[in-house]
């Protein structure tokens, strides 16, 4: 029996902007993939060949594998290439008529009808060049960094910006570092570690925690689920090595997340966003009973004596005692005092995983900073006293950023990479937070450039949109879409969506999912599985590896690749002339996809010694050696620990700063953050979203949005395998499919809400629908839904109602703060009330009436098209 | 014939195992070893979840469940015309012979077992005997798993403590189960009046006879857990200087028990 008749290699994480993870092998017969599968690196290497390491401590041996360690979404991804929502072809909206009436006011309610990819590019050329003779080319927004695929040669994030740039000039998207807002923002002003605010200087950290750490805390972490669309499963195995070594898992958050649920020692539930006072009362017992390293402060810190005051309650008459925290955060005063006491007499380090109430709700600096104040008390950089992550191991190729052993480089994509570059920026951009303000054609102004390869000095630079002269936004070309289902307050963009002065919305996507039904005109794009490219891994945390990645399968429908359509555009745009002359070619550059992948390969950083291009082409892959002598590289911030003065920190006295004077000189009077982080109940971006406040008496819950568990982001919400697991969907009375609701059952009695019930989350921005999941897995007080559930939009717009459970459409529109551009998009108030199901089909019978939906994969593009004559 | 064995402890509920065999056998075709899989509803490799504990001691148990490819087999023995044993052991449903004969399904457990109802046919775990035929050493799950939860291990190598699911005890299975913890109790000591919690108060477990179980100190955050228990009905008596005892049911024979936070009073 034949069981194959092609293997290929690819590089299946969702890092996008051409970094990677997750090297997979697919197996394809006829043309049709059949399956997807580890790739063994014994098949061409030995141990010694790749100088295969080990972490050894208190008598174990932890050792990375000859596999891959694919997070289980390797392995289903031919549901999203065969999915029953793939785009066959170019779609129109039926009531827009670029020569006549356009009907802004009717997206996301009409319907679209097949064009061919001539008509399509016809019409995106001409638009192009109407808007830029009309308006200026700063009036066309490009959004090129979407959650989506990775790849390089076909850069699915951000192809257009090239092309755009090279004719003439665009606005563009700056995606902020949206997973790990706090550390931006806050943690950079307090110990700088440029340019991320985690601590960048991670190095054999996870050998060090397992030599000296007598704990970590995974403070709002869930290495069981953030990794996985990203780098796989590493961090799991490295949370079982803990427990085999004793290390004690102590987990700190409001759910009883997926590694929490299987790993952990202890967990201490906390009110989402409340983690400030948490911190703050632990100062507290470590100042009152002198338990915190004063020798260290002394010599690598500043200002700690305006903390302290703080702290005390000198300030504003509050000592910040555990008393005073349980009423905040909800653990209980006697549990803050031990865990004060446990931290100040063990060594202890935190692991973080991006996300979750934590890290991204409103002031998030200041949970960030405190974190830092917390471990410069013990003494950060000390042997076992670090910051560590468990994904994003080679985050914007930085070597420092592996606490695993490294490789002798990090190869890169660059060569052949079309997409985007993050941080490069022309002189026009928005910041993704502010896009819904900024299209509806507001003026706005903001700090710093937002994105996560800036200094933090950048922040205290302002900008606006439009510029002087500009005409503010007039079309929109996005690609990979997911602004309304992962950023700050979707409601609020659906709106500004609906506007007139949006003339032309362009997406490029292979599903009908997120905005696109919002969309103009949609082309169809291929998946990483069609298209040859090339690629990398480097975030799996056990090899560098480069790939060359062969198409596993035939095409689906008529589509193109992002690069393939947007060069489709510039074919149309040459004729044009002028700024438009030989466009083609500037974009091509001539090259064909086989020249491309070879020039990546060139410029991949591998050493010429080691370069053997028939070799990569035969293997599919190419396995990188650690680097000889990793394990005597220094570990974490033991540098700075040992020599403050010749290793200081990028801060601008070089010390860890309680006080920062940059934020004192820079944002004066900035009550939200100011110069020591504070614990803040309210001010003017967020005047009442916490649970003391008056909103809460209508909206009682703090929500918990993580990363989710089965999708990454808004991706793989069609998988059939995923949505029949009971923590991927409920499935209501009606037969569909509903994102749960996690509600513990002490408060689903108080709202006589059942386990399977549908139910609403909302508040003055909308309402989120979903399926009650009634679980001791999330504190009372607190409810949970995953971020990214697919639209399904029955009124859209503020005021809303979504079906569908995308409950990033009512998160809060303001920013971390009133400086800081950051977004929310968790640990906000909500209201839970069962559905009135019945009442809603009554009164939006169309929408409850999708012919093509199934529980199984979820909405489907067939329903959004005109039946064709 | 190899074996099959799960180990609970570390598993960490990716269910990469689960889909491994549906990116395996969904819209493939291997006939005559296996015809293709629906999309959803069959789990020849089923991983399931349960939820143990209350807030703030919660667990999630993952057990993985599948064929034994039992040396006793039930649906051989009623159904040998359309089942088969091959030399390696594997148990198969001809896919061509098998149409049609919904009689088979009582034959074996609901959950190892699936009529497919477009094919009409009944369809089970084959152990990858396609792969298997065209060199692979191990099934998909097996290959797949990243902490090495799931391996095929010789008779020899099963822990003495690994056991057959219920359904597939004595019927020689080939799949086997071990470190899924058995019952546990939660509780933390408290002085509610002074906020601290109580560290080292002697906590005693003692079961329905009145013989004493075992004996814990509270730990540094005034915590003790009682684990590997039997199902029973226990007590818990706690003793702390300058505090009056306090006893507490802690009945194990349904589910784990969480005492939850304990406040003492002074004696």
């Known amino acids: 029996m034949q069981i194959a008749d092609k293997t290929t290699h690819k590089n299946m994480s969702l890092c996008s902007f051409g970094n990677g993870a997750n090297l997979t092998t697919v197996d394809a017969l006829n043309g049709k993939v059949v399956r997807m599968r580890p790739a063994h690196f014994d098949e061409y290497y030995t141990k010694e060949d790749l100088n295969y390491w080990y972490i050894n401590a208190k008598g174990h041996t932890f050792e990375p594998r000859m596999?891959?360690?694919?997070?289980?979404?390797?392995?289903?991804?031919?549901?999203?290439?065969?999915?029953?929502?793939?785009?066959?072809?170019?779609?129109?909206?039926?009531?827009?008529?670029?020569?006549?009436?356009?009907?802004?006011?009717?997206?996301?309610?009409?319907?679209?009808?097949?064009?061919?990819?001539?008509?399509?590019?016809?019409?995106?050329?001409?638009?192009?060049?109407?808007?830029?003779?009309?308006?200026?080319?700063?009036?066309?927004?490009?959004?090129?960094?979407?959650?989506?695929?990775?790849g390089s040669v076909h850069g699915p994030h951000g192809s257009m910006c090239n092309l755009l740039d090279m004719t003439g000039g665009l606005t563009m998207q700056a995606r902020q570092p949206d997973s790990w807002e706090g550390w931006y923002w806050g943690a950079k002003h307090a110990w700088g570690n440029e340019p991320l605010g985690q601590n960048t200087h991670q190095h054999n950290l996870f050998k060090d925690i397992s030599e000296h750490s007598d704990a970590l805390l995974f403070w709002g972490c869930d290495p069981e689920t953030t990794p996985w669309g990203w780098s796989g499963q590493q961090a799991s195995r490295l949370c079982f090595w803990f427990t085999e070594i004793g290390v004690k898992q102590i987990h700190?958050?409001?759910?009883?997340?997926?590694?929490?649920?299987?790993?952990?020692?202890?967990?201490?539930?906390?009110?989402?966003n409340t983690d400030?006072?948490?911190?703050?009362?632990?100062?507290?017992?470590?100042?009152?009973?002198?338990?915190?390293?004063?020798?260290?402060?002394?010599?690598?810190?500043?200002?700690?004596?305006?903390?302290?005051?703080?702290?005390?309650?000198?300030?504003?008459?509050?000592?910040?005692?555990?008393?005073?925290?349980?009423?905040?955060?909800?653990?209980?005063?006697?549990?803050?005092?031990?865990l004060a006491r446990y931290w100040a007499s063990h060594v202890v380090s935190i692991g973080h995983c991006n996300g979750g109430s934590f890290i991204r709700s409103c002031y998030s600096h200041e949970p960030a900073r405190l974190e830092v104040y917390l471990l410069g008390?013990?003494?950060?950089?000390?042997?076992?006293?670090?910051?560590?992550?468990?994904?994003?191991?080679?985050?914007?190729?930085?070597?420092?950023f592996n606490p695993l052993p490294p490789g002798y480089f990090l190869p890169e994509v660059r060569g052949c990479y079309h997409g985007a570059v993050l941080g490069e920026l022309p002189r026009s951009f928005i910041p993704k937070t502010l896009v819904p303000a900024a299209v509806a054609g507001e003026h706005i102004s903001w700090y710093g450039h937002t994105t996560s390869r800036h200094h933090r000095t950048d922040q205290f630079e302002?900008?606006?949109?439009?510029?002087?002269?500009?005409?503010?936004?007039?079309?929109?070309?996005?690609?990979?879409?997911?602004?309304?289902?992962?950023?700050?307050?979707?409601?609020?963009?659906?709106?500004?969506?609906?506007?007139?002065?949006?003339?032309?919305?362009?997406?490029?996507?292979?599903?009908?999912?997120?905005?696109?039904?919002?969309?103009?005109?949609?082309?169809?794009?291929?998946?990483?599985?069609?298209?040859?490219?090339?690629?990398?891994?480097?975030?799996?945390?056990?090899?560098?590896?480069?790939?060359?990645?062969d198409a596993a399968c035939d095409r689906v429908g008529e589509s193109l690749s992002d690069y393939e359509a947007v060069l489709e555009v510039a074919k149309k745009l040459e004729p044009y002339g002028?700024?438009?002359?030989?466009?083609?070619?500037?974009?091509?550059?001539?090259?064909?996809?086989?020249?491309?992948?070879?020039?990546?390969?060139?410029?991949?950083?591998?050493?010429?010694?080691?370069?053997?291009?028939?070799?990569?082409?035969?293997?599919?892959?190419?396995?990188?050696?650690?680097?000889?002598?990793?394990?005597?590289?220094?570990?974490?911030?033991?540098?700075?620990?040992?020599?403050?003065?010749?290793n200081p920190m990028e801060t601008p006295t070089g010390k860890i700063e309680y006080y920062s004077s940059a934020l004192a000189e820079g944002f004066p009077g900035d009550k939200e953050r100011g110069p020591v982080a504070h614990w803040i109940e309210n001010g003017p971006a967020h005047p009442d979203e916490r649970i003391g406040g008056e909103r809460a008496k209508k909206y009682p819950f703090l929500l918990v949005s993580n990363h989710p568990r089965w999708r990454v982001h808004a991706n793989y919400d069609d998988c059939p395998w995923t949505r029949e697991i009971e923590t991927c969907k409920v499935i209501g009375p009606d037969g569909y499919a509903y994102e749960p609701v996690w509600i513990n059952p002490v408060d689903a009695e108080k709202l006589g809400i059942e386990n399977g019930d549908v139910v609403d989350l909302f508040n003055e921005r909308g309402t989120v629908m979903g399926g009650a999941y009634v679980t001791e897995r999330i504190m009372p007080g607190a409810v949970y839904q995953d971020h990214g559930a697919h639209l399904d939009t029955i009124v859209p717009g503020i005021g809303g109602i979504d079906r569908g459970g995308a409950n990033n459409l009512i998160c809060p529109a303001a920013t971390s703060s009133t400086n800081a551009a950051g977004e929310v998009t968790g640990g906000f108030l909500v209201g839970v009330r069962k559905s009135d199901l019945e009442g809603l089909k009554a009164k939006y019978p169309e929408k409850f009436a999708m012919e093509h939906y199934t529980p199984e994969t979820g909405l489907c593009w067939m329903d959004y098209v005109v039946e064709e004559a | 014939m190899k074996n099959i064995l799960f180990d609970a402890s570390l598993c960490n509920g990716c269910y990469s195992c689960q889909f491994a065999c549906k990116d395996e056998h969904c819209g493939n075709d291997w006939s005559p070893i296996a015809a293709p899989q629906p999309m959803t509803g069959q789990f020849w490799c089923k991983m399931e979840q349960h939820d143990r504990g209350k807030c703030p001691e919660v667990k999630v148990q993952y057990t993985l469940h599948m064929c034994g490819h039992c040396d006793n087999c039930s649906l051989l023995e009623y159904a040998p015309d359309c089942v088969y044993r091959r030399d390696d052991g594997l148990i198969i449903i001809d896919s061509e012979k098998a149409r049609g004969r919904k009689d088979i399904m009582e034959h074996c457990n609901e959950d190892l077992l699936f009529w497919n109802e477009e094919?009409?046919?009944?369809?089970?775990?084959?152990?990858?005997?396609?792969?298997?035929?065209?060199?692979?050493?191990?099934?998909?799950?097996?290959?797949?798993?990243?902490?090495?939860?799931?391996?095929?291990?010789?008779?020899?190598?099963?822990?003495?403590?690994?056991?057959?699911?219920?359904?597939?005890?004595?019927?020689?299975?080939?799949?086997?189960?071990?470190?899924?913890?058995?019952?546990?109790?939660?509780?933390?000591?408290?002085?509610?009046?002074?906020?601290?919690?109580?560290?080292?108060?002697?906590?005693?477990?003692?079961?329905?006879?009145?013989?004493?179980?075992?004996?814990?100190?509270?730990?540094?955050?005034?915590?003790?857990?009682?684990?590997?228990?039997?199902?029973?009905?226990?007590?818990?008596?706690?003793?702390?200087?300058?505090?009056k005892d306090v006893t507490l049911a802690a009945d194990t024979t349904q589910e784990d028990v969480v005492l939850g936070d304990i406040f003492a009073t002074a004696a």
Request: net charge negative.
């Open chain 1, 67 to 150: 596999q891959t360690l694919n997070s289980p979404f390797s392995f289903m991804y031919k549901t999203r290439t065969y999915s029953p929502n793939r785009i066959p072809y170019p779609l129109q909206r039926v009531d827009w008529d670029p020569n006549g009436e356009r009907h802004p006011e009717n997206r996301g309610k009409s319907k679209y009808k097949r064009i061919s990819w001539d008509e399509a590019t016809d019409i995106i050329a001409a638009e192009i060049n109407r808007i830029d003779k009309t308006y200026g080319r700063n009036s066309i927004f490009a959004q090129g960094d979407g959650h989506g695929e990775t």
């Open chain 1, 578 to 646: 002028g700024k438009y002359r030989h466009c083609v070619k500037h974009y091509s550059r001539f090259k064909s996809i086989e020249e491309w992948r070879e020039e990546g390969y060139d410029k991949c950083d591998i050493p010429e010694a080691w370069k053997d291009l028939d070799l990569l082409k035969k293997q599919g892959y190419q396995v990188m050696m650690t680097r000889y002598g990793w394990e005597d590289e220094p570990a974490g911030m033991i540098e700075f620990y040992e020599d403050p003065v010749n």
């Open chain 1, 252 to 272: 700190i958050a409001p759910d009883c997340n997926y590694a929490n649920a299987v790993h952990s020692d202890m967990w201490i539930p906390v009110l989402p």
């Open chain 2, 119 to 243: 094919l009409e046919l009944p369809q089970k775990c084959t152990g990858c005997a396609h792969l298997l035929d065209n060199g692979w050493e191990v099934p998909r799950c097996v290959e797949i798993c990243p902490t090495q939860a799931l391996r095929v291990v010789e008779d020899d190598e099963l822990p003495e403590n690994a056991t057959n699911l219920p359904g597939q005890e004595g019927k020689g299975s080939h799949f086997f189960v071990v470190n899924i913890p058995k019952k546990w109790i939660y509780g933390c000591l408290v002085d509610r009046e002074k906020n601290e919690v109580i560290i080292g108060a002697t906590a005693r477990l003692i079961d329905a006879n009145g013989a004493e179980v075992a004996t814990l100190a509270t730990d540094e955050f005034g915590e003790f857990r009682f684990k590997e228990l039997e199902d029973a009905e226990y007590e818990v008596t706690i003793s702390a200087d300058g505090y």
């Open chain 1, 462 to 549: 302002k900008f606006e949109f439009p510029q002087p002269g500009d005409a503010g936004v007039k079309m929109i070309w996005s690609d990979s879409p997911c602004w309304c289902t992962c950023w700050n307050c979707g409601n609020a963009y659906e709106d500004a969506l609906r506007k007139d002065n949006v003339e032309f919305f362009l997406v490029e996507h292979p599903w009908m999912e997120n905005e696109c039904c919002y969309a103009d005109i949609i082309l169809p794009i291929s998946t990483t599985l069609e298209l040859d490219d090339f690629g990398v891994d480097t975030y799996s945390g056990q090899f560098n590896s480069i790939i060359w990645e």
């Open chain 1, 377 to 400: 008390m013990q003494g950060v950089g000390r042997p076992g006293v670090n910051q560590v992550k468990f994904i994003e191991w080679a985050l914007i190729g930085m070597d420092s």
């Open chain 1, 276 to 338: 400030a006072a948490l911190q703050l009362a632990i100062a507290y017992v470590w100042i009152t009973e002198g338990t915190y390293d004063k020798e260290y402060l002394a010599t690598h810190a500043d200002g700690f004596d305006w903390f302290e005051y703080y702290v005390l309650g000198k300030e504003d008459g509050e000592p910040k005692t555990p008393e005073w925290a349980e009423t905040k955060c909800h653990v209980p005063a006697y549990r803050i005092k031990a």
